[in-house]
């Protein structure tokens, strides 16, 4: 048996994700109707065996920690556990975390009291289905010191991610952090036929290490200075004569760094085969067993390619192409397209919408039109509200909305009043 242990990394502040991330931290973002980011590297370990998870967080972290703490309870058997490790101040260090790598040299003291050999360190913020068993044999097979999963891509992307030369035995000699275009010749690695056809020449680096206990300890114990995996330890761990691997993941993959990216991620999943596959009876996603009611319909809805989630209330014309998330409440003759609505943390009473006649109940009112837009979670969108995205649109931020790369994104809790139009 593989002794691994996992720290997943709970995000900085999460900026290019904003407005999402303005009252929690990115893995705590809804995707997928009823889930949450950081369900999918959870998720994963337990599928992989990988059962002692300690989830590293600091920004924004009070409703992460509570989704860990309803959601992930392991029986006395099995000795697994998900652990929050929060950013302290101690008598030797008064700093918060600096970066990916000072987060978990910052932890040493409480993971280190764990029994193993190996440590996977993970994001919290990618959506992916993945092995980590197969890395670790393909890691103990290379008899490598620290192992990087890496994914084929294109020369348009590489320019994003940190990228490996990887050669013929699996090992890394070079590493580069996102090279400019008129490196990227000199970066090429051997790759499937399949990615060659398609141009995926580079090796990106996903984020995703193994690490040998001792390999880890001895970068940390050497670099006290060096506070980021991808800039620093990387490079430091093959300049030191390491020996590193590349382990090619060529499954689906995707980083949730954007609002589009986050956008398209969820819109992919109402695909009649998706990338993710959300219904794999082998890799079902983990979350928080909510006791809701099924979703209930009302006058004649067309739904179309769509992912309605329990616990919605829907009166809707039309609902084509979008996420509907728990709890959600839309009216009469609305038209929901390419949409993400994340529903409601809770359900209003007939007697508190009775008391408010002067404001929207929550949720979406009669007669609207929504398209390309993501609704936050507990939105109040009054009756006649068209919001209609696309690329015209520029840039901008209001109290209630902010467009990001022509998608309307309504704030958590905003209040759109009657006959608003944002198009």
Known sequence: MIKMICLILGGGAGSRLYPLTEKRSKPAVPIGGKYRLIDIPISNCIHSGVKRMYVLTQYNSASLNAHIKNSYNFDHFTKGFVDILAAEQTPGNKDWFQGTADAVRQSRQHYERQDFDYILILSGDQLYQMDFEAMAKFHVEKGADLTIACQPVDARDATGFGIMKVDEQGRIPRFIEKPNADLLPNWTSEVSAANKKRGRHYLASMGIYIFNRKALSDLFDNNPDFTDFGKDFIPAAINSGMKVAGYQYEGYWTDIGTIRSFFEANIE??????????????????????????AKFYGGTQVNRALIAEGSIIHARMIDT????IRSRIGENTVIKDAIVMGNDSYQTLQEIATNPDIAPMGIGHYCHIEHAILDKDCRIGNNVVIKGGDHLPDMETDTVVIRDGIVVVKKGAYIPEGTRIM
Do not use: A, E
């Open 322 to 325: 979008s996420i509907v998330g």
């Open 269 to 294: 999943l109402t695909d009649h085969i998706p990338s993710f596959n959300l219904f794999d009876n082998r890799y079902p996603v983990y979350t928080r067993g909510r006791m809701l009611p099924p």
